[in-house]
């Protein structure tokens, strides 16, 4: 027997499978997915491996084919049906298939189990008090001790026996020997929710809710498992919906992966799931140690839990009999992986789930434009909640012109009508959110007194604005030099866009001293429990204003908050990017989505230099459907995803000589091997960022409405790039319709 392996070096030219002879004390112990040690090469290093397939004939010369050396105790195996995932990935994004196969792998080695000591007391009553009397008797305290303790109660913890008795192991021991009492050990799994209690209680659901399950579910139980798209607006109950799919499934005997784009997220989600399902819900996510990320995986394996939640990498959990994959949240660009392969988590989430003959929910009260449009085109099933659960009425939205704010003297980043609504919140006792969607986003130049922005003339997104002086467009590479004086009004007043979320903290605190200030950004929430704390502590009205980036807007339902101000739409709005006024929408309609969840009336402020552009006016509006039938004819317009599809080509080199030539011979192979089929090659153009780490970096794209050419045009030019030498001092990476330009 021999079995196919894929040894654990990311190399291209070693992206291929090994045959090894099965030694016979291995064959009914091996399967696949094992991570083994196989001697490799000429000196026959042990390297690790893992097993793809098996094969009862051999392809090479039998007596050049080595003999697996042993399987690995340390590593964790991979589940059959995410090996092949693993190779779906590869052929979709690139790279390696130990990379991909890395990526499936979300617990890397094993890890010791967590073990829990009992005591338990062998002799009957009679027999015990005997026993004590002697060891009085003799003087031996800490035995007769310990046995007076197991009279009263016959199984004890050690640990207890140990902290509260103070008695040592070798006390425990001696009486062991004597068979007085047996040391009794179980594996216990470390549970990262703590102290908290399931709660079953009846929900009403609403008729559009109600319609949204009984789709879902009529198809599924005619095993038509498919795709489907909940457009519901903010406070519609999607998060209800979801718990009722996965209760189904779960009686059915089958185990749900749902997944949030953010582990600030997790607190308040992972707790409205665990009052439905008690303990058969776990979490999986980057804060957990490894012992906890471990067992978790360990009660996925054993079927000892029906929901797993977390972040992207929850994809992978290897559930027996995986029946269900909500993706919430879907449109959110956490769920595409910046590593090798870089993945989406929603394509990928398909792929599995067909594999698995399972069913994918995609659920946003802002439907990624991507997803939208395979809705409209009939590839995911459409379910739409257009009205809130418990009849609230969705946030009256204000825009402010911040045009006028500045003309009539007002250089706060707070405008007039927000420090207004801000005191009449403070005095009701209401609460408040103040959101700056800054993260991720290049610097624009922009004018503050008629809002022009400057913009690449050929490819319709703003400059960004660089160090040495320049603004650069990272999509075609054209630069010019820095405007001193709008083009537009010829005012001085044009600059960079910039601010940040402790300057608005401070600015807050000096107009409103007597206000609680809460801020929410990467710097306070970098310990383990950093998000749960100021989460709780808002919950619990122990703050009048939150102030934070975009964590704070994401799906959090806080009942006091009655007013939501956003800041800045325009650091969004104009970024580098054709996705700026998607994300700006999504932006704005899911903060104002935080106002008005409770009892009382809910209000949201948008700031902005650019009052009348499209994505402002929708989301004010709330009017989701005029958005994207605008956005879309954008994309038509310019050839975009979803209507067209890109490859981004990201190339990387020490140095800049050698990287100019490599991208010049990418470029032209890409040219001849697109032949008849209409392919737009861009580039090669400086990403956002030209040089890190002494790294000159280029970036090429191919746009085309086939997304299969772009795989075949991937796959030559992977083998163009392994058979030529002169690329092996490049990183080359393939990025499948980038969610930025980077």
Same mark, same amino acid.
């Given at each position: ?165 103070? &008695?040592? /192991?070798?006390?425990?021991? +001696? #009486?062991?020997? $004597?068979? @007085? ?8 799994? =470390? ?65 749900? &992966?749902? /997944?949030?784009?953010?582990? +600030? #997220?997790?607190? $308040?989600? @992972? ?8 303990? =058969? ?73 067909? #594999?698995?003959?399972?069913? @994918? ?382």
């Amino acid at each position: 027997m021999f079995a196919n392996i894929i040894v654990d070096i990311t190399h291209e030219k070693l992206d291929k499978i090994f045959q090894y002879r099965v030694p016979s004390h291995m064959e009914g112990e091996l399967s696949i997915g094992m991570e083994v040690l196989v001697p490799f090469g000429k000196g026959n290093r042990m390297t690790k491996g893992y097993v793809v397939d098996f094969s009862e004939n051999c392809d090479y010369d039998l007596s050049k084919v080595k003999e697996i050396a042993e399987i690995s105790r340390k590593g964790m195996a991979i589940e059959g049906k995410l090996v092949a995932l693993a190779a779906w990935m590869k052929e979709h994004y690139g790279g390696t298939m130990i990379q991909a196969l890395k990526t499936v792998l979300p617990i890397k080695q094993k890890e010791q189990a967590k073990v829990k000591k009992k005591v338990r007391l062998l002799l009957n009553e009679e027999e015990g008090k005997i026993k004590l009397d002697f060891y009085l008797h003799k003087n031996q305290k800490a035995r007769a001790r310990l046995l007076a303790a197991l009279l009263d109660e016959p199984v004890l913890d050690y640990e207890l026996i140990n902290k509260k008795l103070n &008695i040592t /192991l070798n006390v425990v021991r +001696a #009486l062991e020997e $004597q068979g @007085v009492l047996s040391i009794e050990s179980e594996q216990v799994y =470390r549970n990262p929710i703590q102290n908290r209690k399931q709660q079953v209680k009846d929900i009403c659901y609403t008729d559009e809710q109600k319609n949204a399950i009984e789709c879902f579910w009529g198809d599924y139980q005619k095993q038509q498992y498919g795709t489907y798209l909940i457009h519901g607006v903010t406070g519609s109950g999607k998060t209800e919906v979801y718990m009722e799919m996965i209760a189904r499934v779960a009686a059915k005997g089958r185990q749900a &992966i749902v /997944l949030i784009p953010e582990i +600030a #997220l997790t607190f $308040q989600t @992972v707790m409205r799931f665990y009052r439905r399902f008690g303990d =058969r819900v776990s979490i999986m996510n980057s804060r957990l140690s490894a012992g906890e990320r471990y067992d978790q995986m360990m009660r996925a394996k054993a079927g000892e839990i029906d929901v797993m939640i977390g972040p992207r990498s929850a994809l992978f959990t290897p559930f027996p009999n995986l029946g269900l994959i909500v993706i919430d949240e879907e449109h959110e660009n956490t769920y595409k992986s910046e590593q090798i392969p870089r993945y989406h988590a929603r394509e990928t989430a398909i792929a599995r789930a067909k #594999l698995e003959q399972a069913s @994918v929910i995609l659920g946003s009260a802002t439907p990624s434009v991507e997803a939208m449009y395979r809705a409209k085109h009939g590839e995911y099933k459409l379910l739409e909640l257009h009205k809130r659960s418990g009849n609230q009425e969705m946030a009256q939205v204000h825009v402010v012109d911040l045009r006028k704010e500045l003309r009539d003297g007002n250089r706060s980043i707070l405008s007039r009508k927000l420090q207004q609504m801000i005191a009449d919140r403070l005095q009701k006792k209401e609460q408040i959110m103040l959101f700056l969607n800054r993260r991720g986003y290049a610097g624009f130049i922009s004018c503050r007194e008629c809002g022009f922005v400057v913009k690449c003339p050929h490819c319709d997104v703003s400059l960004s604005y660089h160090r040495n002086g320049k603004m650069v467009c990272h999509y075609c590479g054209y630069e010019q030099e820095r405007v001193q004086i709008c083009p537009e009004c010829g005012s001085r007043h044009i600059g960079e866009f910039k601010a940040g979320t402790q300057q608005i903290e401070e600015v807050v605190k000096k107009h409103f001293p007597e206000a609680r200030v809460l801020r929410m950004d990467l710097d306070t929430t970098r310990s383990k429990d950093g998000h749960e704390k100021i989460l709780a502590a808002f919950a619990n009205e122990e703050a009048d204003i939150l102030v934070g980036t975009q964590m704070i807007v994401k799906g959090h339902d806080f009942p006091n908050v009655t007013l939501v101000g956003i800041l800045a739409a325009d650091m969004s709005l104009y970024s580098n990017d054709y996705r700026a006024g998607e994300r700006t929408f999504q932006l704005l309609t899911q903060a104002a989505g935080r106002a008005g969840r409770g009892a009382k009336k809910g209000e949201a402020l948008i700031q902005t230099y650019s009052p009348k552009h499209y994505a402002i006016v929708t989301a004010a509006a709330q009017d989701y459907e005029a958005f994207y039938e605008e956005e879309i004819h954008y994309r038509e317009l310019m050839g975009y995803p979803p209507v067209d599809n890109l490859l981004a080509i990201l190339v990387s080199c020490e140095k800049e000589a050698l990287l100019e030539t490599g991208c010049k011979y990418l470029k032209e192979f890409a040219v001849r091997i697109r032949g008849a089929e209409e392919v737009a090659i861009i580039g090669p153009a400086s990403p956002g960022i030209g040089k890190i780490n002494d790294v000159y970096r280029k970036v090429l794209y191919l746009k085309t409405e086939k997304y299969d050419t772009l795989i075949k045009m991937k796959n030559k030019l992977e083998q163009y790039i392994e058979v030529n030498p002169g690329f092996n001092p490049m990183r080359i990476q393939f990025d499948f319709n980038p969610m930025h330009i980077s």
